[in-house]
Each structure stands twice: as structure tokens, then as C-alpha cells.
């Protein structure tokens, strides 16, 4: 993994690793429903025990999302959603908190505001670095100078269909941690965390990431006990979603504490 | 404008080019200059990688290509004709005009050409289930014919205003035995088809092969669906080298995301002589941002795995396209398209839904053939150049000009009675009793109940 700079991602994850816990990422979409919910909301998840917080920009044609998400999306896009305001999100929540926010994004948005200067917006809103799940390192050259002169975080994901060739690829493109797809699907909460994860998050460790956070489908406290036992960091998105859907920012307060009681390790725990 | 100045000088672009010595037919992909590529998540890399591998394979082995070859000439029905339209003809300025016969075709269109290739190929990758989007329906159509043949389950994504648009071939996908999902997400045509196609794919991809219609999309899909329409070029230029006894001056086709277009222009690409034309949909007007002209007024963008021309907003949101005609109602187009486009070897142009079904209605009373409305485009198109080659020239007859008639026009008959104010206020035919439920005009939406299923249970 590239580490030759400070990684804000990699700094919040080892914070909760030396209190021998993994780290809660929880995902909100920025300006759902407007951009106000969003910093407050944000705000809500770190002061309730997430370490690190994923803002997504709401996009037309989001294919790594299911259904919840795709709705918030849309409708924030429908509420007048303009992509430049995630760098008010942005700043907005690592004004209030300590926590790492990174923004997820599908790739065409950040390719039509110019790579570098969605870079320099976001390093200089305070932003940790972005999450791009249709973005391979394969394509990134531009993400890579951009990324570097910013000192922004390259989050690449991997899937429990990623060769062992390109999970070395992504692990050595990474720089905060690696997102590791828990299932072969889109997002939204499933009944129970498929098994092919443990073996993912093992295996992209032994291919040299240091950290390594799972996410899709990871919706309880129990999700996040079980996968706490075995990964450097658990990310929650669907559910949070439908928690500021149907009680807006108290409801993800609560589910984020929720949530964060699963945070010990296993062995801790028992 | 097809005008004479901008063809002129692109031709020289393209001239230099051929003398340099380039081949352009052949680009393999995954990048047509800086076009193309994979710009899809790491989930479906693994598939896309085993696809790619086993188009390899396939298209060096004799006994895949003899199979294909057998489907082609005793299943669809090739080579398909190139016929003389001859009165049409005279309403484009008298230039020859010849019909690459596609609509022939068993299903209808070109479509099948790509549709028996592919879903050879899931079988030899050993899945059982093959899933494909669809504007028109024709893709789908022949999607779950290729299914039926080979035994593979189908299930066939379609925007619910495309299956309010083309009921019958939802009618015909399910008489195959394909389960047709109508999507009703965003503008609920092609785009979001092809998007609920991408997320079922990542789920069920050990199963599952994504037959994805159209010459778009991540590597190796542009280079693979051009393949397997390269029959359609190979045929025009045997037979137009027959019937004339030489190269035409101008190849013209309509663009959707450029499938029937880049396997007719592939045999052309590298004869600097021949003219090539593709022609986008240009709905209410370009000028009126209701359009599905992503070449002539898009940006470079990315979409479903592909840099390419993109209709797109400020923010790099995905404007939705507007055509008349759903198999060109997308606001992307192919990769290689792109590419053509930017070196000026082809020239891109849009045609209204007005113009389309003019030369649609020509075509039926001069020739005595129902195109489809996307072919229509290319019709126009042709009517356009054949103009512009033969303006001050003795013996127009002595311009050729192929145009691709890429489908019939039967599952066109209620738009086109529609536009043509063939209908009462009910809906039927006037005179009759004969009910096309279908909307009143080009532009108003209905609000049919079509007897499929509603969107089928979310994938979480
Ligand atoms: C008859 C016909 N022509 C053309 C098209 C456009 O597709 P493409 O540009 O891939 O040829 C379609 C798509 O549905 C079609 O049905």
C-alpha cells in the first residue's frame, strides 16, 4: 500500500485499533434530504461512535446500489442536488468532529468538474479522500497524480471475484484502506454476512493491506460483531439510509450507537 | 448539416490517416484512442476478463466459427439481400441507392447477428442464464430467441415506458419464454435497462452472462459486438462489388449505441473513398435538448464501462435522451464511435423524428417496405447525402450510396399510426374498431396497463 504521506482514513483506523476495536465507517448520501440533514447527520454518526464517515454523491446511473439507496439518491437529485455541495458536507462535518470523511462517488461526476480540481475542492474542504466503486486502478492514472499532489486516500474496492494478481494490483493502488465487497451484489441489507468475506479480508491482507474494511449488506450490531472480529474496519450504509429516511438525524443517531456496541473484538467481547 | 466543406475536410483528416498506412477496421479495444476502456466496478472485472478470454478463443477456433456461420445462414436467414431502391432513389437527388437488407432477418433485425454469437459463447463458458437489456425490444426479441434455441433461461430488462412504447414485442419476448422485468428507475428506457442489467449481472454472475446489445459498454463488449455484425459489411461489399461493379461513395446507418452501424462501416473503415455517415437520433430538434445526439452535442463522459460522448450536465449527471424511436434512445454511444468521430473518419449527424418518419413513410410507398423507425434515421440520412453527392453532378446515377436497414418496422405500426394521425380519440384505428392502445401523439405518454409483471421484487 502506497504510505508515503499521512492518510487521514488510515490515522481514524488505527485510533480505534489502539483501543483494540475495529473502526465504524458509516455511509450517508449528501444532500438527502437536503445538504443541512446531511452535515447534521454526519455529525450524528461520529458523535456516536463512527470513526469514519462516507459521504455519497447522489448520481444518475449509481449500478453498485440497490434500491434504498438509489431512492435517496434520487430524490436528493430531484431536491435541486448540485455536486459542488458535497465539499460543504465535507467541511461542514471535519469542522464539528474528528472523524475521517471520505467521499464515495461513482467516477463520471468527478471526471466533468476535472479530476485535479474535485481534488483540490475536496483537500481543501477537509476531505480524507475518495471512495470510487467504478473506478479501477487500471483507469486511475489521473486519480493517482491527483490523489498524491493532495494527499488525498484512494480507496479501491475488492471482491470476492478479484483475482490474486489483481487483488496485488489494488492492495499496492490503495492508500487509507481497502474496501473489500463483502457479497457479489449490489448494496442494501441482507439477513446475514456472506462467508466469502472473511476469506476476501484475509486473503487482501496477505496480499500486504494493512487495513482492510468490509461493507455491502452489513446492517446490525450483530453484522458488525462478526465481521469486527476478523476486518480493520465495518462499513454501514443501506441501514443508516433508511434511518434518516424514516426518522432523520436522531434515528441514525441512535442506530450508529446501535451499531458501535458490536464494535469489540469477538475474543473481547466473549 | 451534411455539408460540403466540413465532409471535405474531415475526409482529409481521415485521408492522411489511411496513408499513413493505419488500419482502422480492426481495433481490438479495450481503448479506441482515448475511448473505451473499463470503467466498471471490481466485482464484474473477473467476468468481463472470462468473456474476453473466451471470445479469444472462440473466434480462433474453426468449429465455434463454423457453428456461427451455420446459425447465420440456416437460422437467420443470410446473407440477407441488398436491394435497389429505386423510386425511393429519386428522392435523393437521383444518387443509386442500395438497402443492406438486415430487416430480413430472422427476429426482424440485425440484432440476431450479435445475440447467436454471444449466447454460443455463454454456453461456452458453461452459463446457464443469459440477461440482456432492450430499447425497442428487438434486442430482447432476439435475446429470447437465441435463448429458446440453446436452451438458456432469459430474462429480458426493459424500461416500463419502452414496454409501454413496443407492447409487442413484450408480448413476443414472453411467448418465447423470457421473463420480460420492466424498470422503472430514472427515465426508465435503455440507460436504466442496462443499469438493473449491470446489478443483476453482479449478483449472479457465476450463472449469469450479461448479452449486452449493442457495440458499448466495458472491454471486451465494443470489440466483441462488432465482430459479430461484421457480417453485415463483409455481404454489402461482396454485393455492391457485384451489382455496380465497385465501391459505393457513401455507407450510411443510424446510431443507437452503433452496433448495425459499426458492423457495416468495419469493411469500409479503411477505403478513404468511401463516405461514411452515422446518423444519431435527433428527436424534437437538437436545439431543443430533447435529443439522443450524444456525438453531436455531448461530451466525453463515462457510462456502463465505457469513455465515450456522453449527454451530460454540469454536474456530469446523465441527461436523459428523447427519440421517437427506442432502439436510438440513449444518451451514450459506442466507444469506437467516439473514436471515428474525432479523427473525422465518420461523420456524424442528427435527424429529427420528423424527418425519420417521413423517410419512413416514403420508404413504404415507394419500395413497398416498412423499415423500422430507427432504421428511418439512416433512410433520412441518405436522402440527405445522396443530395449533397450529387449536387451539379451530369449523372447522379453514378453516386451509390449504401444505406443499413437495420430492422422492419412491424413493431412501429401503432407509433407510426399514431404520428400519422391514423387514429380516433379511442385509439383505434379510424374506420375501424381496430384498437392499437397506443398514445395519441409522438409526444404524449399514455398511461396503458400492459399485462406484465411489475417490476419484480428488489435485489436486497
Ligand atoms: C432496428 C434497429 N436498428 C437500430 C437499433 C440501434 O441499435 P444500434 O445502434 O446498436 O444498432 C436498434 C436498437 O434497438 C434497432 O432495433
Known amino acids: ?270 | 448539416m451534411v455539408d460540403a466543406s466540413t465532409a471535405n475536410s474531415q475526409e482529409n483528416v481521415a485521408d492522411a490517416f489511411l496513408q499513413g498506412g493505419a488500419s482502422l477496421r480492426n481495433a481490438a479495444g479495450p481503448y479506441f484512442g482515448s475511448y473505451g476502456g473499463r470503467w466498471m466496478p471490481e466485482s464484474l472485472i473477473a467476468a468481463l476478463d472470462e468473456v474476453e478470454d473466451t471470445f479469444e478463443k472462440a473466434k480462433a477456433d474453426p468449429e465455434f466459427l463454423a457453428q456461427l456461420k451455420d446459425l447465420n445462414k440456416n437460422y437467420s436467414g443470410r446473407p440477407s439481400l441488398l436491394t435497389e431502391a429505386k423510386r425511393f432513389s429519386q428522392h435523393a437527388g437521383g444518387a443509386r441507392i442500395f438497402l443492406k437488407r438486415e430487416d430480413l432477418n430472422h427476429t426482424g433485425s440485425h440484432k440476431i447477428n450479435n445475440v447467436l454469437g454471444q449466447a454460443l459463447l455463454a454456453k461456452r463458458m458453461g452459463k446457464t442464464r443469459v440477461i440482456a437489456e432492450t430499447g425497442a425490444g428487438q434486442h430482447g426479441v432476439a435475446s429470447a430467441t437465441a435463448a429458446a434455441l440453446l436452451g438458456l433461461e432469459c430474462v429480458v430488462y426493459m424500461g416500463a415506458e419502452d414496454c409501454r412504447r413496443q407492447a409487442l414485442n413484450v408480448a413476443r419476448m414472453q411467448l418465447l419464454g423470457a421473463t420480460v422485468v420492466p424498470v422503472t428507475n430514472g427515465s426508465q428506457t435503455l440507460k436504466d435497462a442496462i443499469n438493473d442489467a449491470l446489478r443483476d449481472w453482479v449478483s449472479n454472475v457465476d450463472t449469469t452472462h450479461y448479452l449486452l446489445g449493442t457495440a458499448a459498454g466495458a472491454h471486451p463488449f465494443p470489440a466483441m459486438v462488432r465482430f459479430f455484425h461484421e457480417v453485415i459489411g463483409e455481404e454489402a461489399r461482396a454485393q455492391i462489388l457485384e451489382q455496380t461493379g465497385k465501391l459505393p461513395d457513401a455507407v450510411c446507418a443510424c446510431i443507437g449505441g452503433g452496433s448495425n452501424a459499426i458492423g457495416i462501416f468495419h469493411s469500409f473503415l479503411d477505403d478513404a473513398s468511401v463516405k461514411i455517415y452515422g446518423f444519431e437520433a435527433g428527436g424534437d430538434g437538437v436545439e431543443t435538448g430533447r435529443h439522443a445526439a450524444a456525438i453531436t452535442l455531448g461530451r466525453p463522459g463515462v457510462l456502463h464501462g465505457a469513455r465515450s460522448y456522453l449527454m451530460q450536465d454540469e454536474d456530469g449527471q446523465t441527461i436523459e435522451s428523447h427519440s421517437i424511436s427506442a432502439g436510438l434512445d440513449y444518451p451514450s454511444v459506442g466507444p469506437e464511435h467516439s473514436y471515428l468521430a474525432d479523427i473525422g473518419r465518420v461523420t456524424y449527424e442528427p435527424i429529427t423524428d420528423t424527418e425519420a418518419m417521413d423517410a419512413f413513410r416514403l420508404l413504404c410507398r415507394t419500395e413497398g417496405i416498412i423499415p423500422a423507425i430507427e432504421s428511418s434515421h439512416a433512410l433520412a440520412g441518405a436522402i440527405k447525402v445522396g443530395k449533397l453527392l450529387t449536387e451539379g453532378k451530369e449523372n447522379p446515377a453514378d453516386t451509390v450510396i449504401i444505406v443499413n436497414l437495420s430492422g422492419r418496422g412491424d413493431k412501429d405500426v401503432e407509433t407510426a399510426a399514431a404520428w400519422f394521425d391514423m387514429l380516433d380519440e379511442d385509439g383505434n384505428v379510424k374506420g375501424t374498431t381496430l384498437s392499437t392502445r397506443k398514445p395519441k401523439g409522438p409526444s404524449e405518454r399514455s398511461n396503458l396497463e400492459i399485462s406484465i409483471e411489475e417490476a419484480s421484487e428488489d435485489q436486497n
Request: aromatic letters at 6%; hydrophobic letters at 50%.
Open chain 1, 1 to 270: 500500500m502506497t504510505e508515503q504521506m499521512t492518510s487521514k482514513s488510515a490515522a481514524a483506523i488505527d485510533r480505534a485499533k489502539a483501543q483494540g476495536r475495529a473502526a465504524l465507517i458509516g455511509y450517508l448520501p449528501a444532500g438527502y434530504p437536503d445538504v443541512q440533514s446531511s452535515i447534521d447527520a454526519g455529525i450524528a454518526m461520529a458523535r456516536n461512535g463512527a470513526d469514519l464517515i462516507e459521504i455519497g454523491i447522489p448520481y444518475s446511473d449509481p449500478v453498485m446500489d440497490g434500491a434504498v439507496i438509489q431512492a435517496a439518491t434520487t430524490e436528493a437529485i430531484a431536491n435541486g442536488f448540485r455536486v459542488a455541495s458535497v465539499f460543504d458536507v465535507v467541511a461542514g462535518i471535519t469542522a464539528a468532529t474528528d472523524a475521517a470523511v471520505l467521499v464515495m462517488t461513482y467516477w463520471n461526476p468527478v471526471m466533468r468538474m476535472g479530476v485535479d480540481e474535485f481534488s483540490r475542492r475536496l483537500a481543501e474542504a477537509g476531505g480524507a479522500g475518495l471512495i470510487t466503486p467504478d473506478l479501477i486502478p487500471d483507469e486511475a492514472a489521473e486519480w493517482f497524480a491527483a490523489s498524491d499532489k493532495y494527499g488525498l486516500d484512494r480507496v479501491f474496492l475488492v471482491a470476492p471475484s478479484s483475482t490474486p494478481e489483481r487483488l496485488a494490483m489494488t492492495v499496492e493502488a490503495s492508500r487509507g484502506f481497502v474496501y473489500a465487497v463483502s457479497i457479489m451484489g449490489v448494496t442494501g441489507t441482507r439477513q446475514s454476512v456472506s462467508s466469502s468475506a472473511e476469506k476476501l479480508v484475509a486473503d487482501t491482507h496477505a496480499a500486504g493491506a494493512e487495513r482492510v474494511c468490509v461493507g455491502l449488506g452489513v446492517s446490525n450490531a450483530d453484522h458488525v460483531r462478526e465481521i469486527a472480529a476478523y476486518a480493520d474496519g465495518v462499513i454501514v450504509g443501506t441501514a443508516l439510509v433508511a434511518a434518516i429516511r424514516d426518522g432523520g438525524v436522531d434515528a441514525v443517531a441512535q442506530l450508529t450507537k446501535n451499531l458501535s456496541a458490536g464494535l469489540g473484538r469477538a475474543t473481547a467481547q466473549a
